[in-house]
């Protein structure tokens, strides 16, 4: 990247901000989105800076830095750092995080070894960069692309391939263009790029947590963005990306496909996006994938064909969810789409791990289990705990699925049938708090409803009789981020956060 700047008769600096490791951070990176944003946006403030390359890689590091960049509004162009090679166990491939869910649920029920599973870890992340499945991470590379806040094949480029590098030496060089052009970033994060992020979102499978990332980067640069549009624009797309962990295939092969700009080609076909938003090479989109092509049509499906035929994240609500929750029916079980079952409520995360393995346990199959206390404020930051593996009691009868509801997010590895982002919160005293084991939830994931079959009298008793849930005392930056936190609807940023503001010092002050 330093190389094209220095070509273009830029100056390039790198600045360092907080890494936000996502299988090291505790309680969980999610916590940290928000300062790390912070302190992009106070680094770009506060120095004679004149553009920004963003480089980003895993989950949080990719809405962290747009959020911070957004806020001031700078010319600013965003390069990934792409996805691992594929996985390999015993002639298998296999991908990174959901194969993991998959095999560790073999192992609590007999059906694999621990021997075997420490197997497949060794073969499982076998080059530099993030997941190789259509996690949170490529999930947040297609939405930069998507958006158009990087370049053409941002997405899909693995990480070791001589093609990312080739990414970010364009990169450098456009963005000394996009400083003397003087094209900012809500140039490009407009209305119409949302949208299509939305759908392209629909047509890869791609994460629920993208959900949260684009409303928190909508805020930023005063674009108005909600659930409603999430439902009403990705109802109806189909996801056309065979990929983990809807599908079969992995980020290497759908960038030998043909990447993103194949699949955005085929939205645009059918008339599913803006084709004149404007990119960050200075081209409208449609110009960027007007000589796409697609060069493995099992990896990305003609769109008569679809890996699922209404994908998209369905926005729920109904006396459980009042103002909103999410599920994924790409990675859902389509007979549990709509279901009534008998609650097994959990507390909290520690409560689950407590019973969950208990043989006297009273749950089946039918059942529908609830994690309280895990969203914004409960846990605290929302952690990927939402997809709660099944009781050993029940994975040994051979099921993979439950209906299962929460506030809590989960990895965009995972799988399953699985509730999310429930809001308001238990921790807030939302009705998710108030749910008993034994009472009826019913889901109906075509009606977009989702609630609890109790009495509303007996709903305002119990609420009445609700108690805050003791919590470990928040100190320092826990402690701001519990008081300003928004709820998950709102995309979990700090109320004080939202909005663009001005980009810094003025420029002859230097």
Not at 101 to 119: C, P, Q, Y
Not at 126 to 133: D, E, I, K, L, Q
Not at 279 to 306: C, H, Q, S, W, Y
Request: net charge neutral.
């Amino acid at each position: 990247m330093k190389r094209g700047v220095w070509e273009m008769g830029g100056f390039p600096v790198e600045f360092p901000v907080m890494s936000l490791s996502e299988s090291q951070l505790r309680p969980t990176a999610m916590l940290f989105r928000n300062l790390a944003s912070m302190d992009v946006e106070e680094s770009i403030r506060g120095h004679p800076i004149d553009g920004v390359v963003l480089l980003v890689g895993c989950d949080k590091t990719t809405p962290a830095l747009l959020m911070g960049a957004a806020s001031c509004d700078l010319p600013t162009i965003t390069v990934s750092g792409g996805p691992m090679l594929r996985g390999s166990f015993r002639g298998q491939t296999i991908g990174s995080g959901t194969d993991v869910w998959r095999f560790s649920e073999e192992v609590k029920a007999g059906r694999m070894s621990l021997a075997a599973f420490m197997d497949a870890e060794g073969g499982m992340s076998r080059s530099a960069g993030s997941c190789n499945t259509m996690g949170t991470a490529s999930t947040m590379a297609s939405m930069v692309e998507a958006l158009g806040a990087g370049l053409p094949d941002n997405a899909a480029i693995p990480a070791v391939d001589a093609r990312r590098g080739m990414l970010a030496h364009m990169a450098g060089r456009r963005i000394v263009e996009m400083v003397h052009q003087d094209q900012r970033l809500s140039h490009i994060l407009t209305r119409q790029a949302f949208e299509n992020a939305i759908r392209v979102n629909a047509a890869i499978g791609g994460s629920t947590n993208a959900v949260l990332h684009l409303l928190a980067i909508a805020g930023r640069v005063g674009v108005e963005l909600s659930l409603e549009d999430w439902d009403r624009l990705g109802r109806g797309v189909p996801t056309v990306v065979d990929l983990m962990p809807s599908g079969r295939f992995l980020m290497e092969d759908f960038a030998y496909a043909g990447g993103l700009p194949a699949v955005m080609r085929q939205l645009a076909e059918a008339g599913l996006l803006h084709r004149e938003a404007m990119t960050a090479n200075g081209r409208t989109l449609g110009e960027n994938i007007a000589t796409a092509e697609v060069f493995n049509a099992e990896v990305i499906r003609p769109m008569d064909k679809p890996l699922t035929a209404d994908g998209g994240i369905a926005v729920l609500r109904g006396n459980l969810a009042p103002n909103g929750a999410v599920v994924k029916p790409s990675a859902a079980t389509p007979a549990l789409m709509q279901h009534t079952g008998r609650a097994v409520a959990f507390e909290d995360i520690d409560d689950y791990k407590a019973r969950i393995s208990d043989p006297a346990l009273e749950v089946d199959e039918t059942c529908v289990m609830v994690l309280k206390n895990c969203g914004p404020r409960g846990y605290p930051g929302m952690a990927e705990v939402g997809n709660m593996g099944l009781p050993p009691k029940v994975l040994a009868k051979g099921v993979t699925d439950m209906v299962r509801i929460s506030d809590a997010r989960m990895s965009g590895t995972a799988y399953g049938t699985v509730v999310l982002h429930v809001a308001p919160e238990a921790a807030l005293g939302g009705p998710l708090a108030l749910v008993r084991n034994g009472d009826q939830i019913r889901l109906d994931v075509a009606g977009r409803r989702l609630e609890l079959l109790v009495d509303a009298s007996e709903l305002a008793r119990r609420h009445t009789a609700w108690v805050t849930p003791k919590s470990v005392a928040a100190q320092g930056y826990q402690s701001l981020y519990v008081g300003h936190v928004l709820q998950a609807d709102r995309g979990c940023d700090l109320d004080f956060l939202v909005g663009r503001r001005e980009a810094g010092i003025p420029r002859n002050s230097h």
